[in-house]
């Protein structure tokens, strides 16, 4: 039909324009009913029939695992972040050595899945903050990255939750976050170019102004060799 057609193009369009429904992860309220392996199970055979579906033969011994292993990988890894008991604890500590310059980690490795195609995001997450008065482990700066990328996500949400919570962790507005990712719904479909990246910033507290805005960057442009 003509309306189904409009549709399949407003949808379409929609993905392609990269919207963002809010900074929550949009979920519903009975996500979390099921069991990892109620999920799991249900998964499994969705993509059995999507196999099916597309006339894959699943007696093939290559395939006759892969509904399994989606699942699995779907719930267990790159979808983990969904599941708030897996959230990281960011114990804080008191920042005894009184420094008060901004503590930047850049080049944090991210992966995430683009929601609109269920496509990898691979990119760099550079994170900084000001303290004040508390102090967070270095690696706990990697797993509320490595948690918030492991879900359905929009590249510009995934900046804005990162940012909120390590000032809830760390008690300061002073925070900020720069990613730059490749998407493969651009690099391997549609357009398909492969050369273009996407890059968004969230800055918050004394990272909105000028100064300490062009600071932070210099940082990340700083080249790290070892």
């Known amino acids: 039909m003509k309306i189904e057609g409009t549709l399949e193009e407003q949808f379409e369009q929609m993905g392609e324009d990269h919207i963002s429904s809010s900074e929550d992860t949009p979920l519903r309220k009975d996500a979390f009913i099921l069991s990892?392996?109620?999920?799991m199970e249900r998964i499994e055979n969705s993509v059995r029939d999507i196999l099916l579906t597309l006339g894959m033969d699943l007696d093939d011994d290559s395939?006759?695992?892969t509904p399994h292993r989606v699942a699995k990988m779907y719930v267990k890894e790159i979808f983990g972040g969904l599941n708030p008991v897996k959230k990281p604890k960011?114990?804080?500590f008191d920042n005894k050595y009184k420094y008060g310059e901004m503590l930047v980690e850049k080049n944090i490795?991210?992966?995430s899945t683009c929601e609109h195609h269920l496509l990898p995001i691979v990119g760099r997450a550079h994170v900084a903050y000001i303290s004040k008065g508390s102090v967070v482990g270095l690696s706990k700066m990697n797993r509320i990255v490595d948690y918030y990328a492991k879900r359905p996500q929009v590249q510009e949400r995934l900046n804005i939750q990162i940012v909120r919570e390590l000032q809830e962790v760390l008690g300061t507005e002073d925070v900020a976050c720069v990613i730059d990712a490749k998407h493969l719904c651009v690099n391997s479909r549609g357009i398909r170019d492969i050369e273009s990246s996407t890059v968004t910033a969230e800055y918050g507290g004394k990272f909105k102004e000028e100064a300490v805005r062009n600071e932070f960057l210099e940082y990340i442009n700083?080249?790290?060799k070892f």
């Open 36 to 39: 990892d392996d109620e999920k």
């Open 63 to 65: 395939l006759k695992g």
């Open 109 to 111: 490795t991210l992966y």
């Open 222 to 224: 700083m080249e790290t």
């Open 90 to 92: 960011s114990s804080t």
